[in-house]
T-cell receptor, first 109, second 114 residues
Framework: GQNIDQPTEMTATEGAIVQINCTYQ??????LFWYQQHAGEAPTFLSY??LDGLEEKGRFSSFLSRSKGYSYLLLKELQMKDSASYLC??????????WGAGTKLIIKP | DGGITQSPKYLFRKEGQNVTLSCEQN?????MYWYRQDPGQGLRLIYY???????QKGDIAEGYSVSREKKESFPLTVTSAQKNPTAFYLC?????????????FGAGSRLTVL
């Protein structure tokens, strides 16, 4: 079957670093996406990885290992506004997106 | 500014009623999607459309219907046949369906069945 696993909830401190992991199993692979979703709002695109390695975008970085079926989203210098759910989604060979249930990140002062 | 507009934001429905959720985009995107979001679950695809006058069923199409008469518009009707319609519904669009298929989402419509 196809599935995505990510932790349900994580807590971190303002100013710290947090890593949100995602493992995936899909029929073929055409890339992995991370989206941010604040409560009751629309998800917004953060990153896309299709090749192995680390992609850095300001305070946010995303890593992919295709051989391990593994990705992580790294958030640095955490701010209170980073409190949100982070959705991991893998695209299979039919260009279908398989979504994880999301990781709720709680930032404490 | 370009974007996706969903309406209404909140909707209450009595059992046995059909309701239609509106989705309009001015991004000139070809592909449009409807997702359902339930607590503790990943987004589930209801229907998608890659071109005007054509649409495909997603993973959970039963009890739902759509139309794509205009490129900008992709309304979703939740029919009385949908057994558990209370959920948060998200409309999205993308340039195409393949490749680095970045989705732009609307703000969502929350449907509650009384």
């Amino acid at each position: 079957g196809q599935n995505i696993d990510q932790p349900t909830e994580m807590t971190a401190t303002e100013g710290a670093i947090v890593q949100i992991n995602c493992t995936y199993q899909t029929s073929g692979f055409n890339g992995l996406f991370w989206y941010q979703q604040h409560a009751g709002e629309a998800p917004t695109f953060l990153s896309y990885n299709v090749l192995d390695g680390l992609e850095e975008k300001g305070r946010f970085s995303s890593f992919l290992s295709r051989s391990k079926g593994y990705s992580y989203l790294l958030l640095k210098e955490l701010q209170m506004k980073d409190s949100a759910s982070y959705l991991c989604a893998a695209m299979n060979s039919n260009y279908q997106l398989i979504w994880g249930a999301g990781t709720k990140l709680i930032i404490k002062p | 500014d370009g974007g996706i507009t969903q309406s209404p934001k909140y909707l209450f429905r009595k059992e046995g009623q059909n309701v239609t959720l509106s989705c309009e985009q001015n991004l000139n995107h070809d592909a449009m999607y409807w997702y359902r979001q339930d607590p503790g679950q990943g987004l589930r695809l209801i229907y998608y459309s890659q071109i005007v006058n054509d649409f495909q069923k997603g993973d959970i199409a039963e009890g739902y219907s759509v139309s794509r008469e205009k490129k900008e518009s992709f309304p979703l009707t939740v029919t009385s046949a949908q057994k558990n319609p209370t959920a948060f519904y998200l409309c999205a669009s993308s340039v195409g369906r393949t490749g680095a298929n970045v989705l732009t989402f609307g703000a969502g419509s929350r449907l509650t069945v009384l």
